[in-house]
Structures are given as structure tokens and as C-alpha cells.
């Protein structure tokens, strides 16, 4: 049921550096955007560290108050910025059509234009024992959860930037972490995996991976096996921090937009136009390439273009 129904130009659906910079170049189109933050404002960046790599940033920044700086940017143009979760979205086929978006299952907001930038979330491996140990031990995040294991012993799986991240980030708080690779190398970039290799209390296994976590309540170890010999070995570990990749926001598009295998949406060409008028894609929810912080802001401020030129080309 909806509790009241709010007509606007532009409505931008995530929080992240595609979300905020849509709003930057939306407000300052005269677009009057609002954006609907999701659960986690500011998007997987808070869930980060430094940030070294931002253009701008000569001496890094740190992901949370850079989120916090877009935030305040797109503000200052007139984006209004509500904490709020798309939860329906009845998109319109028609060239000049509105899109009905519901927000939190009662309110209801009709845009001419939308704007989808709701990113990725980390992904598990999905065992049953990881499953149930989640918030026991089990975690996809450890700028988030690290603090709890203070002088204490994790592992970390993955073999990319993210998981060469977390583990240096670790090493920093836990007395020991194993960083569990499946092939016989790590996909991380060459700074990253120096940075891993130069960290005394790091070990790296590799052509190994996770059988099962141990515990009941709480993670108390993980069996882990030689995918090459087979054979298996526990390892005492307190805390076991997944970073294998992420996977694309997009169930409520289901069946309304074009995807990928995997989900990520499908825009056409050079720009962030998804198969319906009005309706464009910006950021990781499209990207499956780069999913970087200034890639993701570049196209959400191409999604802001476009949807600028959409809204004139239908006076
Ligand atoms: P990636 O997709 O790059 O890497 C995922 C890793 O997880 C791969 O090494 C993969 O192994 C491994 N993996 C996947 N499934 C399993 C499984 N079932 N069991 C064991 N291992 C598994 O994801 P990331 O999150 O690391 O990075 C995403 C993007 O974000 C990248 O473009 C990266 O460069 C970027 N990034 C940049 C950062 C920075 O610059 N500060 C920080 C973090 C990310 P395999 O290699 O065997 O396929």
C-alpha cells in the first residue's frame, strides 16, 4: 500500500561514487535528483580502507570520508539524499513514460528519468558450514569486523585485489593471517601482492581451499585440503574473512532489463542507456570490467548526461 505518491525529474537508485556523482552533474543540470541511499550508504567503499588510487588524493584517502565528500558535493547542488530501500520497480516502456519506484514497500515515487546504481555485494562460497557461522566468525568484510580479532589468527580466501587487501589490513590487527588460494597463483595486482609477500605475519597457501569451517556457535578452525595431493589440514583460526568477488544488485530488475549471465546489467554502446527510455544504468551494477571508484563516478556522471539529454529531447 502506498502512503503517498511524489512526482520528480530524476530519481538515482544507490549510494555509491555512481549514485553521488549522478546526483553532482543531475542538480547541477537542474534535474532536482534524489537519491534512495539502500541499506548501505556510501556504498562498498565504506567497507574499505585507504584509498590510494582516487585521482585527487595525492596522499590516499579513506573510503568512508571520500564517500562522505560525494555526499556533501551532490548536496551542495540541491540532490536530496533519503535513507531509504527500493524494494518494487514498474518501469515504463513508452518514450516520455513515468516510472513508478516504490521505496520500502509503502512509498511511492513517479520519475521521468531513473538512474540505477546499485553496485555489487561481496559473495560467499556457500557452504553450509560458512552459511551458518556468519556474524560467528565468518565475515566479508574486515575493515568491518577485523577489530574483533585483536592478536588472533584468520584466514582470508581469495586471490584478487580484495583479498590481498583484507589480509594486509588484518596483519595489521591478528597475530597470524593465511590467505587460502585455489590455483597456484594470485590474480591480485603485482603492488598488492608485493605488499602481501613483504608482510612478515602473512602466509600464503596456495592450491588450496576451504572443506569446512569448524565450530558450532563460533568459528573455532578450518579444515582446508591440497586440491592437487588432497591432502586435508586444520588450521586453528578464529575468524575467516571471504573475498572471492561480488555479484551484481540487480533481483529487482529481474525480467525488466537486459543482464548478463551473472547479472550485471546491459547498457548499449558507448553510454549507460538501458533497453528503456528513461532508464539508465551506472557504476558496478553495469561493470563488470573495472569496478573501480572513478570508472564507477565516470559513468554515473554519463548516466546524468544522458538522462539530461533524454528529459530535452522530449520537449
Ligand atoms: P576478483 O573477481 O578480482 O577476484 C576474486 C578472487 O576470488 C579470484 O582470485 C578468484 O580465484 C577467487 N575465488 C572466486 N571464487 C572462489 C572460490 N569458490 N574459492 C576460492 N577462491 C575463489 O574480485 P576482487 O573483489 O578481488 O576485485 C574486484 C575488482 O575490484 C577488481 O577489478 C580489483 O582490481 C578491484 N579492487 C581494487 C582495489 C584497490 O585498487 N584498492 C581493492 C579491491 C578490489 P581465481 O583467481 O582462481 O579465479
Known sequence: MSDSIERIKCLIIGSGPAGYAAGIYGARADLKPVIYTGMQ???????????????GYPNGTDGTAMMEDFKKQAERFGTEVRFGMVTKVEFSNEIGGIHKITIDESKVVEAQTVIISTGATAKYLGLESEQRLIGGGVSACATCDGFFYKNQDVVVIGAGDTAAEEA?????????????????????????QHRVNKTENIEVMFNTELDEVLGDQVVEGVRVFNNISNEKQVIDVTGVFIAIGHKPNTEIFKGLL????????????????TKLPGVFAAG??????????????????MAALDSERYLGSLE
Do not use: F, H, W
Open 168 to 192: 594486509t589490513y588484518l596483519s595489521n590487527i591478528c597475530k597470524k593471517v593465511t590467505i587460502l588460494v585455489r590455483k597456484d597463483y594470485m590474480r591480485a595486482s603485482k603492488a598488492m
Open 284 to 301: 558496478d551494477v553495469q561493470d563488470k570490467e573495472y569496478r573501480q571508484a572513478v570508472t564507477a563516478a565516470g559513468t554515473g556522471c
Open 41 to 55: 550508504m556510501g556504498g562498498q567503499l565504506t567497507t574499505t580502507t585507504e584509498v590510494d588510487n582516487y585521482p
Open 258 to 273: 537486459d543482464m548478463d549471465e551473472v547479472g550485471y546489467l546491459i547498457t548499449q554502446g558507448k553510454t549507460t542507456k
